[in-house]
């Protein structure tokens, strides 16, 4: 007798639970993109309409002024774009290199010093030297104010994202790495040809994670950086939204004829444009590295 389910048909039960499933998902999807459409609705309204009714799903009073605002000198907006551009790639590429080599390190038991290593490592998510000596060591002992390698060396290495690429390389087989031994793989041929095909989904995810934090800060140009044409796009934008509220308290205080313009200057709608702005290179990078992040980031979770 053969015992073949290719041409059994789901039952009623199973479509239900499905259309319930997808009914579901659906309706937490539209949830999720709600916020966003509102984001979008406001970058196009006035700012006038915005602080007279709030905002909506639909734009009120249809207004291109928050672009314009951002816009204003194409190129200063492009420089600062190349600038974070330039630093999300080195920084990721460099901190992938650099947290796959540590972590493959600390994963081979025959590493005597490992746990030692492990341990300085470790000890730096409970204590940290604070900021003060941060801005110390960056600004006077290694001199790099007004320095790209100020913006790049800070973000460079995480612990977190450490332990999420060890988890993943720990996982390997033993007998590979010694099967590579045998043959005459050296620890570098053995990483890059042997290890690293194999954890696509942690360099994936460790990637996007690295790459994130390149491109939203803002902070570290702030501590370290003065010259106008150094700043990246986080940065430039903030300060964008900081000289558009100051000018309006500054009219505000000396109510001037000048008042009511000011007023009308976007600064809700321009926060809302600056959203759009940047997470757009974002949101068209994630679905590429989807696959693999949904597979990354829940390293450790389950094991068979």
């Known amino acids: 007798m053969k015992n073949s389910h290719a041409g059994i048909k789901p039952?009623?039960?199973?479509?239900?639970?499905?259309?319930?499933?997808?009914?579901?998902?659906?309706?937490?999807?539209?949830?999720?993109l709600l916020p966003f459409l509102m984001v979008l609705?406001?970058?196009?309204?006035?700012?006038n309409a915005i602080v007279a009714k709030g905002f909506s799903l639909l734009p009120r009073e249809f207004s291109m002024e928050a672009y314009k605002t951002v816009f204003k000198d194409p190129m200063v907006v492009l420089r600062a774009y190349l600038t974070t551009i330039s630093l999300t790639l080195a920084g990721?590429?460099?901190?992938?290199?650099?947290?796959?080599?540590?972590?493959?390190?600390?994963?081979?038991?025959?590493?005597?010093?490992?746990?030692?290593?492990?341990?300085f490592f470790y000890f730096t998510t409970l204590f940290s030297g604070g900021l003060v000596p941060t801005y110390v060591l960056v600004s006077r002992t290694l001199n790099l104010r007004d320095n790209y390698l100020a913006l790049l060396l800070p973000l460079l290495f995480s612990v977190y994202n450490l332990l999420v690429m060890k988890s993943y390389i720990s996982a390997i087989p033993d007998s590979l790495v010694d099967a590579a031994k045998i043959d005459g793989c050296g620890e570098m041929r053995t990483l890059f040809q042997i290890v690293m095909p194999l954890i696509k989904p942690a360099l994936a995810t460790v990637g996007l994670f690295i790459a994130l934090a390149y491109w939203n800060d803002w902070y570290q140009a702030m501590l370290y950086i003065k010259s106008p044409e150094?700043?990246?796009?986080?940065?430039?934008?903030?300060?964008?939204?900081?000289?558009?509220?100051?000018?309006?308290k500054l009219v505000?205080?000396?109510?001037?004829?000048?008042?009511?313009?000011?007023?009308?200057?976007?600064?809700?709608?321009?926060?809302?444009?600056l959203t759009i702005v940047v997470t757009?290179?974002?949101?068209?990078?994630?679905?590429?590295?989807?696959?693999?992040?949904?597979?990354?980031?829940?390293?450790?979770?389950?094991?068979?």
């Open 11 to 32: 039952g009623a039960d199973v479509i239900v639970l499905n259309i319930l499933a997808y009914g579901v998902c659906t309706i937490i999807a539209l949830f999720c």
């Open 41 to 47: 609705a406001g970058s196009f309204s006035s700012e």
């Open 92 to 119: 990721t590429a460099l901190g992938l290199f650099i947290q796959t080599m540590t972590a493959y390190v600390l994963s081979r038991k025959d590493f005597e010093w490992r746990n030692i290593f492990s341990f």
């Open 230 to 248: 150094k700043y990246p796009l986080q940065y430039f934008l903030y300060q964008q939204i900081n000289n558009i509220e100051a000018y309006k």
């Open 252 to 273: 505000a205080l000396n109510a001037g004829a000048s008042t009511t313009a000011a007023m009308s200057l976007p600064t809700q709608t321009l926060k809302m444009a």
């Open 280 to 304: 757009g290179p974002v949101i068209l990078a994630f679905p590429i590295v989807q696959k693999y992040f949904v597979q990354g980031i829940t390293i450790g979770a389950v094991k068979g």
